[in-house]
């Protein structure tokens, strides 16, 4: 009996060990394996070898390319697999409630990724036979639903793990706020006076800015577009008819007027708002504004025009043609200039923004760290 009992301890060291495995391993990291077949699947989603290499090149010089790809590869494995374990210690895992429900929903953006890339060249495929498409354009890519999902759940622990080592950083004092305000001011009155367009791309991008140099207006568009069918048909006919597709694009613009008119009339007699024809065009879209001065340059003839004309705060521009429908402009308000914005109106923006800086660099401190400390051991045996 007890020789038995030896004989599967012994069995079983040589199989912990790689003697029985049928995999090919590359490396263990903190006695871990990463399989050759990891690698190469990694390697073959990633698409690094074709982003390098060319059709004139030798075989010796696309076998080092090979070789160094594979390098990059293994050892972005071997970074993950520290990461994971470093998560692992932390009691952070795919069963957790958290992690799993967004690596669902990482998941689901993912499939829903191919099925729009299917889509997009089958566009009436549903249920199995869609599944089937998305099934096979994986399966070409060298991937398959249970590797997205893998994917999905690593990325999620990855993502907790990162939340969790900069949980504890302490929020900037009022010096460091203070500081960064001033930069900003010097960097933007530099910029902003010499580039106009560059003050208003910033208030577009949401940025902090703390110099106005001129007023600008607050300007919500409506659009009225044709159809994506009737779209995607002008655009192939103009490749080949040019004026064909002219005729096709006014009798879209004919279709559609009826409809613009109504909706412009309503927003006019008071029945709706200009807010509630953008939710009903575009839901989310009443948050959207431009901004517009007289110095600008952004702006087409027919939207500068109207833009420029108004005058009192509510008032709706004309209808105007688009190439691909028409549109309307509503002023919505005024947003003055201002030599400096006062600190309290930013200082919780600046504060979350140093947040950001500090937990990035703190970050990427704590994840070197743990990937320094990790027990790496190379297999040199495996073959590119």
């Known amino acids: 009996m007890k020789c038995k009992t030896f004989l599967l301890i012994f069995l079983c060291l040589i199989c912990l060990s790689g003697f029985c495995s049928a995999e090919e391993i590359a490396a263990y990291v903190n006695e871990r394996p990463i399989t050759e077949e990891e690698v190469q699947e990694r390697l073959q989603t990633s698409n690094m070898i074709n982003n390098y290499a060319t059709a004139d090149m030798t075989q010796e010089q696309k076998d080092e390319i090979a070789r160094l790809a594979r390098e990059a590869v293994l050892q972005m494995l071997i970074e993950e697999e520290a990461l994971m374990d470093e998560a692992e210690k932390r009691g952070l895992s795919a069963e957790n409630e958290t992690i799993k429900a967004d690596a669902d929903a990482r998941y689901e953006r993912m499939i829903q990724s191919a099925e729009s890339y299917v889509l997009s060249s089958y566009p009436n495929l549903s249920g199995e036979e869609l599944d089937a498409q998305v099934d096979e354009l994986l399966r070409i890519t060298g991937a398959s639903q ?122 006019v007699n008071g029945e709706k708002t200009f807010d509630e024809l953008l939710e009903e065009l575009n839901a989310g879209s009443s948050e959207n504004v431009n901004y517009f001065h007289p110095d600008s340059t952004r702006f087409n003839a027919d939207y500068y025009a109207r833009a420029d004309a108004f005058k009192n705060v509510g008032e709706i521009s004309s209808i105007y043609e688009m190439t691909t429908g028409y549109a309307i402009l509503y002023y919505d308000g005024e947003l003055p200039s201002c030599e400096r914005v006062p600190l309290e109106e930013v200082s919780e923006a600046i504060s979350a923004m140093l947040v950001a800086e500090n937990s990035e660099a703190a970050l990427d401190e704590a994840k070197a760290n743990i990937i320094a400390a990790a027990d790496v051991r190379i297999v040199e045996s495996v073959s590119p």
């Open 146 to 267: 249970e590797n997205y999902r893998e994917i999905a759940n690593r990325s999620a622990v990855l993502a907790a793990l990162d939340q969790s080592l900069t949980l504890k950083l302490s929020s900037p004092d009022r010096n460091a706020i203070q500081t960064r305000y001033d930069q900003l001011y010097a960097e933007q009155k530099a910029l902003f006076d010499s580039d106009h367009n560059s003050f208003e791309a910033a208030m577009l991008q949401k940025q902090i800015v703390v110099y106005r140099p001129k007023p600008l207006k607050l300007i919500k568009k409506a659009e009225f577009v044709f159809e994506q069918e009737a779209l995607d048909l002008i655009r192939q006919t103009a490749a080949i008819n040019p004026s064909l597709a002219a005729e096709m694009r006014a009798d879209q613009h004919r279709q559609l007027l009826l409809k613009v008119e109504t909706e412009y009339n309503a927003v």
